[in-house]
């Protein structure tokens, strides 16, 4: 199981359409692009580099479908805490 962490007082949010999404981190960039961080915490049992690459491969396919390829920079995927317990 995997979720998403806020992180130290909320540092870790965006607010798009009035909704908050916490974990989730948008930087603009000064080309055009945003670059896009994802700090996760769950019960995990795999190796990790593997899983922030498929992560990444959604988000990228996610994106060309919505056409929005074009602004995606940099996809930075932080796990702040992986373990055999916890809540998320």
Same mark, same amino acid.
């Given at each position: 199981?995997? =979720?998403? &962490?806020?992180? *130290?007082?909320?540092?870790?949010? /965006? !607010?798009?359409?009035? $909704?908050?999404?916490?974990?989730? /981190?948008?930087?603009?960039? #000064?080309? =055009?692009?945003? $670059?896009? =961080?994802?700090?996760? &915490?769950?019960?995990?049992? !795999?190796?990790?580099? *593997?899983?922030?690459?498929?992560? #990444?491969? #959604? @988000?990228? #396919?996610?994106?060309?479908?919505?056409?929005?390829?074009? &602004?995606? =920079?940099?996809?930075? @995927?932080?796990?702040? %805490?992986?373990? $055999?317990?916890? %809540? !998320?």
């Amino acid at each position: 199981m995997i =979720g998403a &962490v806020e992180g *130290p007082r909320g540092l870790w949010v /965006t !607010v798009s359409d009035g $909704e908050r999404l916490g974990g989730v /981190t948008a930087l603009a960039l #000064r080309d =055009g692009r945003y $670059e896009i =961080g994802l700090h996760l &915490v769950g019960r995990l049992l !795999v190796p990790l580099h *593997p899983l922030a690459a498929r992560i #990444r491969s #959604r @988000i990228e #396919r996610a994106a060309a479908e919505a056409g929005l390829a074009h &602004v995606l =920079g940099p996809i930075e @995927i932080a796990f702040e %805490d992986a373990g $055999e317990s916890g %809540d !998320v």
